[in-house]
């Protein structure tokens, strides 16, 4: 059996290739505005703007920054052959900016009044990964 391969029929785990300089600038303490600047496409660096911003009371940005995060994340999913379901695994760390980017979408949306947006999204994270879903909400 190989891993992630689901025996009774569903999606294989999608897993992100790993693009370790968002993550490793991050980490070093550069600023997630730099760090999307030159790295457009890392959902973690938009997820880091988003939980920033909220952390601030500022939720629309917040917002704006975790929608831009979940949508270069799906791009990336689907690029990986993910077909708009199955396991996206928060064990596997590059899959952890979108689903960070999910969770500040879902957060924000809250925050706004957007209700349904909201629970779509809590939703979407408890069936990509309970494990992102228990450390997350």
């Given amino acids: 059996m190989m891993p992630g391969e689901d025996l009774l ?3 294989p785990e999608t897993l992100l290739p790993d693009d370790p300089a968002p993550r490793e600038a991050l980490s070093s303490g550069v600023d997630p505005a730099t760090v999307a600047a030159s790295n457009p ?20 940005t917040s ?11 799906l791009d990336q999913l689907r690029r990986a052959g993910w077909k708009g379901h199955g396991p996206i695994p928060w064990e596997h760390e590059p899959n952890r900016g979108f689903l960070r980017a999910l969770r500040a979408l879902g957060r924000a949306a809250e925050g706004i ?9 809590t939703q979407f ?9 228990d450390e997350l909400l």
């Avoid at 917002?63 to 994340?73: C, V």
């Avoid at 009044?113 to 999204?121: K, L, P, V």
């Avoid at 994270?125 to 879903?133: E, G, I, Y």
């Fill in 9 to 11: 029929g569903g999606p």
């Fill in 41 to 60: 496409t890392s959902s973690l660096a938009w997820a880091e703007l988003a939980d920033r911003a909220f952390e601030a009371g500022d939720v629309v």
């Fill in 63 to 73: 917002y704006a920054f975790a929608r831009t995060g979940y949508h270069r994340g």
């Fill in 113 to 121: 009044g957007e209700t349904e947006e909201a629970e779509r999204c």
């Fill in 125 to 133: 994270l408890r069936d990509s990964s309970p494990a992102a879903a």
